[in-house]
Protein backbone atom coordinates (compact mmCIF):
# COMPACT_ATOMS: atom_id res chain seq x y z
CA UNK A 1 0.00 0.00 0.00
CA UNK A 2 1.76 3.11 -0.97
CA UNK A 3 0.58 6.74 0.00
CA UNK A 4 -1.63 7.34 -3.18
CA UNK A 5 -3.93 4.66 -2.04
CA UNK A 6 -4.41 6.17 1.56
CA UNK A 7 -6.59 9.07 0.16
CA UNK A 8 -6.57 11.55 2.64
CA UNK A 9 -4.40 9.22 5.55
CA UNK A 10 -0.77 8.29 6.29
CA UNK A 11 1.43 5.83 7.01
CA UNK A 12 2.97 5.71 10.64
CA UNK A 13 4.93 2.85 11.70
CA UNK A 14 4.37 0.51 15.02
CA UNK A 15 6.18 1.63 18.07
CA UNK A 16 7.73 -0.04 21.27
CA UNK A 17 9.42 1.49 24.17
CA UNK A 18 11.04 -1.13 26.16
CA UNK A 19 13.83 -3.31 25.18
CA UNK A 20 11.83 -6.32 27.29
CA UNK A 21 8.61 -7.43 25.27
CA UNK A 22 6.66 -8.20 28.57
CA UNK A 23 6.88 -4.85 29.97
CA UNK A 24 6.71 -2.37 26.94
CA UNK A 25 4.21 0.39 26.02
CA UNK A 26 3.44 0.60 22.34
CA UNK A 27 2.17 3.41 19.84
CA UNK A 28 2.22 4.48 16.60
CA UNK A 29 5.09 6.63 15.38
CA UNK A 30 4.35 9.24 13.42
CA UNK A 31 6.28 11.53 10.66
CA UNK A 32 6.74 15.16 11.54
CA UNK A 33 5.33 16.49 8.55
CA UNK A 34 2.11 14.30 8.70
CA UNK A 35 1.80 15.49 12.34
CA UNK A 36 2.00 19.05 11.11
CA UNK A 37 -0.55 18.13 8.31
CA UNK A 38 -3.22 16.02 10.39
CA UNK A 39 -3.18 17.28 14.42
CA UNK A 40 -3.51 20.38 15.59
CA UNK A 41 -1.79 21.97 18.40
CA UNK A 42 -4.66 22.55 20.44
CA UNK A 43 -6.10 18.86 20.79
CA UNK A 44 -5.75 17.25 23.65
CA UNK A 45 -6.18 13.53 22.62
CA UNK A 46 -7.38 11.90 19.40
CA UNK A 47 -8.73 8.71 19.31
CA UNK A 48 -8.21 6.09 17.45
CA UNK A 49 -10.78 3.28 16.01
CA UNK A 50 -8.55 0.24 15.70
CA UNK A 51 -9.55 -3.15 14.15
CA UNK A 52 -10.92 -4.91 16.58
CA UNK A 53 -13.25 -2.10 17.33
CA UNK A 54 -11.42 -1.05 20.39
CA UNK A 55 -11.31 2.91 20.54
CA UNK A 56 -7.96 4.07 22.04
CA UNK A 57 -6.94 7.45 23.14
CA UNK A 58 -3.73 8.65 22.94
CA UNK A 59 -2.79 12.04 24.09
CA UNK A 60 -1.47 14.80 21.34
CA UNK A 61 -0.79 17.93 24.84
CA UNK A 62 3.00 17.12 25.56
CA UNK A 63 6.11 18.83 24.37
CA UNK A 64 7.40 15.32 22.94
CA UNK A 65 4.68 15.15 20.23
CA UNK A 66 5.63 18.48 18.94
CA UNK A 67 9.36 18.63 19.05
CA UNK A 68 11.20 15.84 17.45
CA UNK A 69 11.66 13.81 20.39
CA UNK A 70 8.66 11.66 20.31
CA UNK A 71 5.90 12.05 17.74
CA UNK A 72 3.75 9.01 18.92
CA UNK A 73 0.57 8.02 19.46
CA UNK A 74 0.66 5.78 22.87
CA UNK A 75 -1.67 3.74 24.59
CA UNK A 76 -2.12 0.40 26.13
CA UNK A 77 -4.67 -0.52 23.80
CA UNK A 78 -2.69 -0.15 20.82
CA UNK A 79 -0.43 -2.33 22.31
CA UNK A 80 -3.30 -4.96 23.10
CA UNK A 81 -4.37 -4.86 19.48
CA UNK A 82 -0.98 -5.33 18.32
CA UNK A 83 0.07 -8.24 20.21
CA UNK A 84 -3.31 -10.04 19.85
CA UNK A 85 -3.42 -9.45 15.95
CA UNK A 86 0.44 -11.24 15.89
CA UNK A 87 2.08 -7.72 14.72
CA UNK A 88 4.10 -7.61 17.77
CA UNK A 89 6.37 -8.57 18.79
CA UNK A 90 8.67 -7.50 14.98
CA UNK A 91 12.06 -8.63 13.82
CA UNK A 92 14.82 -6.15 14.99
CA UNK A 93 14.32 -2.80 12.79
CA UNK A 94 11.28 -4.24 11.13
CA UNK A 95 8.23 -3.00 12.73
CA UNK A 96 4.97 -3.30 11.25
CA UNK A 97 3.64 -0.43 8.80
CA UNK A 98 -0.04 1.00 10.10
CA UNK A 99 -2.70 2.83 7.79
CA UNK A 100 -4.22 5.92 9.86
CA UNK A 101 -6.63 7.70 7.93
CA UNK A 102 -8.61 10.93 9.28
CA UNK A 103 -12.44 9.79 10.76
CA UNK A 104 -13.88 12.72 12.04
CA UNK A 105 -13.02 15.77 14.50
CA UNK A 106 -9.84 14.31 16.72
CA UNK A 107 -10.82 10.66 15.22
CA UNK A 108 -8.69 8.00 13.15
CA UNK A 109 -8.91 5.01 12.18
CA UNK A 110 -6.26 2.50 12.07
CA UNK A 111 -5.19 -0.49 9.91
CA UNK A 112 -2.22 -2.70 9.38
CA UNK A 113 -0.82 -2.34 5.99
CA UNK A 114 -0.38 -5.96 5.40
CA UNK A 115 3.64 -6.65 4.26
CA UNK A 116 4.69 -7.85 0.70
CA UNK A 117 5.94 -10.69 -0.17
CA UNK A 118 9.38 -10.41 -2.15
Known sequence: MDRD???????????????SWQRAAYGLKITAEDRDRFFRHEWKTVSLR???GVIATANVDKESFWNDTCRELISAEIGAWLRDAGLAPWPDRAPPRISIIPDGDRAFLVRAIKAEKG
Open 50 to 52: LPN
Open 5 to 19: SLGAGFVATAWKNAT
